[in-house]
């Protein structure tokens, strides 16, 4: 098969840049080994979160926020987006010490999207929080969508223009003869001028290919979500020290995160929880809202992520070869970033460049470093 | 209509469904304690409301869901009926609101 | 934390049959069960029954008395109300006990999940004052609790069974509404020459039927579009049969057709699983000694096909010879010589089985919804029509599906919905099941308080120090 452009991976990186590609009227097949939001897209937290980023991502972030509030209009496909306030909770002095240097910092920068809460409105927005917490820091902007769903939007989306998605496609290999990209997949062969590296946490196999190496890790964060509850807290809620975030979604169902890590098996496909640390979830969520120890789990999962030493992705040409571009290792918060992601993708394979400032995001940042 | 074969005088425990007092024995499943004293009903599902009842009886249908002492999700057909225990039919709606704000 | 040679999971007929040869033998063995007392399903209550008349019940349950007292007094160590909800190829089993959750290791794991009555999502299935014909045997056999009037709906010898203990306890029924149809009386008759070795369990249901029409209770047969009526619950059943409409009140309808492996537990244990065309279900994929595809974890009775309680006891006891050649108690020739009897006689249930499966093969018309508005996923209220909706929109996928629709998310973990899920992908997709695949299921296999597994780590904490 041929095409102006190859996507490998069928995540909501690889979905929205295809979009964006066959919006300009670039062809484009994205192959993808299981099936579109088989992995990191269709089982994270949906979280769509503003809050709290890496300073080299917030204008990223910010553009995707913008992005996301008319995204279902956009792709003419429900993503669940709901923009719903996000709090994270300060347990003491020392954690309303951080949000204020923080504060500074984005203040500095010219930000003014996060905003110190005190006990008296942490508890009127969050009427079942303990009581001890003294108060917050809160984005307004921030909200949640359900990942599965967003991913196929984006991908019913691009079918739509045109675009073809391929699954249970893997690429075993890629070579560039002349100005051709050659791809080899176990079902059949691509051709194509570009390459774009969409593979989350196999993506490290496909930078190899395409000649660029990368310290990219995986591992396998937990979830669990309760059965439906009585509604009992509207915002997402994290915390500033400690490892908690749950959200309520509108139909009651609680998912409870936090980061902690199960562990990965990459090769199988496969991921095992670690009880001990959903156990510890548990506690930390019942501790700040005391009524989440009437909740009942339904269901505990993991999904394979990609990992960067630094948490931040990769974004950005790549530096071995000409024609292929990367996106990927998005550190467990690449989910909110996916609508920008698409676009800066299509700015970079079709003009060669992204007014965003991609320099902290490129593949080689780590070369010179010892890790 | 539901009737128990065994001879109610041996009913030695007394529990609350939907407020009323039941009779039962020792060892039987609250959801029999249920269909025996007529209240089937063990929960409203969720998106429309509608009337469920337990179907299976042995724990994988999960539709004899019921609200015991205050814990939502419990299966009727799987706990015992014990002295003082209160059954209440479990309605937890999309759009029900926690009431007790602020424990 | 508890070390054991070998755990089963499961007190059934399987179970309780693997445990007695394990504890005799002098294996150190843990046994888990959800009940107060072993038994399983099928000999549920049998050594303690409520029912005053237990021999309305039938041989074949009294029988299931002496077993439970043999699996008692072996020696193995029963942890009864034990609800497994994790089980790791590494031999660890965390399981709520008295409202905590206990952990145990062992050398070898034998599941022995039993079978569940399959779905059956025909028009009003889920109205209140519908159950299965297992939930009337669960109810009659645990408590001694009855339905009167009540009609039964369906088809296959566990139907027929429970309506004749009901009137042999004197329990009125209503009507026995079976839907077998007329052509699979025609497909099963060769069947049935070669199932003649199992003459005993030919003429048990030969007489099941003689006795229900004996009693003079309404039996319509080769009943079709059978539907529940009723407004917010059952108030009776539709049907044409012989080219008639019937309609019968009924505030209880009992429903059949068939069992199949109750899989939530080996599917969250990732063991391979095939689909058996025969009994149009998933099984877990076993060699004759019950060794699944993880070493070390080995599976008896129905999950592994429908057997029956006697061909559940005999892979029960395989699997047990099978593990004692592993832990060294039996050579290998020992093991072999000894399992030749099991052996031959599960492959004599071989014929009986197919005809079984043929006479009663599951239709088309019950195994699938055919109204648009009928659920099919009961916990998230997903009907027919969602899902096609679900699927035209790119799901092919079992777990596509269910991210995008929600079906198989609720409570029940895909028990209700699953097969039907595979069955209709693969009607839509043109495929067979097996390509089709399953949900993919993880542990806890049935909702687990978080006040629970908050605990979890505090115990192994001090259980440390």
């Given at each position: ?7 490998i991976g069928?995540g ?20 993808e080994k299981d099936?579109?939001?088989r992995h990191a897209s269709?089982v ?126 893997e690429v ?27 593979a989350g946490a196999w993506a490290d196999r496909i930078a190899l ?5 990368v310290p990219l890790s995986h591992a396998a964060p937990m ?38 890590k199960g562990f990965a098996d990459r090769a199988n496909d496969r991921t095992r929880l ?27 999962w993991a999904g394979l992520e990609a990992y960067m ?19 990927f290792g998005f550190s467990a ?39 | ?103 | ?269 990732d ?169 993919r ?25």
């Amino acid at each position: 098969m041929k095409a102006d452009v190859l996507v490998i991976g069928g995540g909501i990186q690889g979905c929205a840049t295809a979009f964006h590609l066959a919006r300009r009227g670039v062809s484009v097949i994205v192959v993808e080994k299981d099936y579109a939001g088989r992995h990191a897209s269709g089982v994270n937290a949906g979280g769509v979160r503003l809050l709290g980023r890496d300073m080299a991502e917030v204008p990223l972030s910010k553009m995707s926020m913008e992005m996301w509030q008319s995204l279902d209009e956009e792709l003419g496909h429900e993503t669940g987006f709901r923009r719903q306030a996000l709090i994270n909770i300060a347990v003491n002095e020392v954690d309303l010490d951080t949000l204020r240097a923080r504060e500074d910092k984005m203040r500095a920068a010219g930000y003014t999207h996060e905003r110190i809460i005190d006990r008296t409105e942490l508890i009127g927005r969050l009427p079942h929080v303990n009581p001890e917490c003294v108060g917050g820091v809160i984005s307004e902007l921030d909200g949640y969508a359900i990942p599965y769903k967003a991913t196929a939007a984006f991908r019913r989306a691009a079918e739509t223009l045109g675009a073809q998605v391929i699954e249970g496609e893997e690429v075993l290999g890629l070579r560039r003869i002349g100005n051709t990209w050659l791809a080899q997949g176990r079902k059949q062969r691509y051709e194509a001028e570009t390459v774009v590296n969409c593979a989350g946490a196999w993506a490290d196999r496909i930078a190899l290919m395409i000649g660029d190496n990368v310290p990219l890790s995986h591992a396998a964060p937990m979830l669990m979500i309760t059965a439906r509850m009585p509604h009992f807290a509207k915002p997402v809620v994290g915390a500033v020290s400690r490892q908690l975030s749950f959200k309520q979604f509108e139909n009651g169902t609680v998912l409870i995160g936090g980061g902690a890590k199960g562990f990965a098996d990459r090769a199988n496909d496969r991921t095992r929880l670690d009880y001990s640390k959903l156990a510890a979830a548990c506690r930390t969520a019942a501790e700040f809202f005391p009524i989440m120890r009437k909740a009942s789990i339904n269901r505990m999962w993991a999904g394979l992520e990609a990992y960067m030493p630094d948490n931040l992705p990769v974004i950005g040409p790549a530096v071995n070869a000409a024609r292929a571009f990367h996106a990927f290792g998005f550190s467990a918060h690449g989910f909110q970033m996916g609508p920008v992601v698409g676009q800066v993708m299509a700015d970079l394979v079709t003009g060669g460049q992204s007014r965003f400032d991609l320099s902290p995001l490129r593949i080689d940042r780590f070369d010179r470093k010892v890790l | 209509m539901f009737r128990s074969l065994q001879d109610h005088n041996r009913d030695r425990v007394t529990l609350t469904i939907n407020g009323q007092q039941v009779a039962a024995r020792e060892g039987q499943t609250v959801w029999s304690a249920m269909a025996v004293s007529g209240q089937v009903e063990t929960r409203k599902a969720a998106l429309s409301g509608d009337a469920r009842s337990a179907y299976c009886a042995m724990g994988v249908c999960f539709e004899c869901m019921v609200n015991i002492d205050g814990l939502p999700n419990q299966q009727a057909c799987l706990r015992r009926v014990s002295e003082g225990m209160n059954v209440t039919t479990q309605h937890i709606a999309e759009d029900s609101e926690a009431s007790d704000a602020g424990l | 934390m508890q070390a054991f040679d070998c755990a089963i999971v499961g007190a059934g007929p399987a179970g309780m049959s693997a445990a007695i040869v394990l504890a005799r033998a002098g294996v150190q063995v843990a046994v888990l069960d959800r009940a107060p007392r072993a038994g399983g399903q099928v000999f549920r209550s049998a050594a303690n029954s409520p029912v005053p008349d237990v021999a309305a019940l039938g041989s074949d349950y009294s029988s299931g008395a002496a077993l439970i007292s043999r699996f008692e007094e072996s020696g193995a160590a029963h942890f009864a109300g034990a609800d497994a909800w994790h089980l790791g190829d590494d031999g660890r089993i965390l399981f709520s006990h008295e409202g905590d959750t206990r952990e145990l290791r062992c050398r070898e794991m034998l599941l022995c999940p039993g079978a569940m009555e399959r779905p059956m999502p025909i028009p009003g299935w889920t109205k209140p004052g519908v159950m299965t014909a297992g939930a009337a045997q669960v109810m009659l056999k645990s408590d001694a609790v009855v339905a009167e009037g009540a009609v039964f709906a369906g088809s296959g010898p566990l139907l027929y069974l429970i309506v004749a203990q009901y009137l042999r306890l004197g329990v009125p029924v209503a009507a026995l509404v079976d839907t077998t149809p007329r052509r699979h009386y025609f497909d099963a008759a060769p069947q049935m020459f070669r199932a003649l070795g199992h003459i005993r369990q030919l003429s048990k249901g030969l007489s099941l039927l003689r006795e229900i029409r004996a009693s003079g209770v309404a039996v319509h047969q080769f009943a079709e579009r059978l539907e529940v009526i009723g407004g917010n619950k059952a108030e009776g059943v539709r049907f044409v049969a012989t080219g008639k409409h019937h309609e019968i009140a009924a505030d209880t309808v009992f429903l059949h057709h068939g069992v199949q492996p109750n899989l939530n537990m080996t599917r969250a244990m990732d063991l391979d699983h095939h689909w058996n065309p025969e009994q149009m279900c998933w099984q877990v994929s076993v060699d004759d000694f019950g060794q699944s595809s993880i070493a070390h974890v080995s599976v008896a009775g129905d999950s592994a096909g429908i057997v029956g309680a006697d061909g559940a006891q005999a892979a029960g006891r395989l699997v047990a010879l099978n593990i004692l050649n592993r832990l060294g108690h039996l050579s290998q020739v020992e093991r072999d010589q000894k399992a030749d009897k099991d052996l031959s006689y599960l492959s004599s249930l071989k014929p009986f089985r197919r005809f079984i499966d043929c006479l009663y093969h599951p239709t088309d018309a019950l195994r699938l919804p055919r109204d648009p508005e009928t659920l099919v996923c009961r916990c998230e209220e997903q009907s027919l029509d969602d899902l096609r909706k679900g699927f035209e929109q790119g799901a092919r996928d079992p777990n596509a599906l269910k991210s995008l629709t929600r079906c198989g998310m609720g409570p029940c973990q895909g028990r209700q919905c699953g097969h039907v899920v595979a069955g209709l992908l693969a009607k839509w997709r043109g495929e067979n099941p097996e390509t089709v695949g399953y949900y993919r299921l993880r542990s806890p296999q049935r909702l687990l308080t978080l006040d629970e597994l908050s605990r979890y780590g505090a115990v192994q904490a001090e259980a440390a120090e």
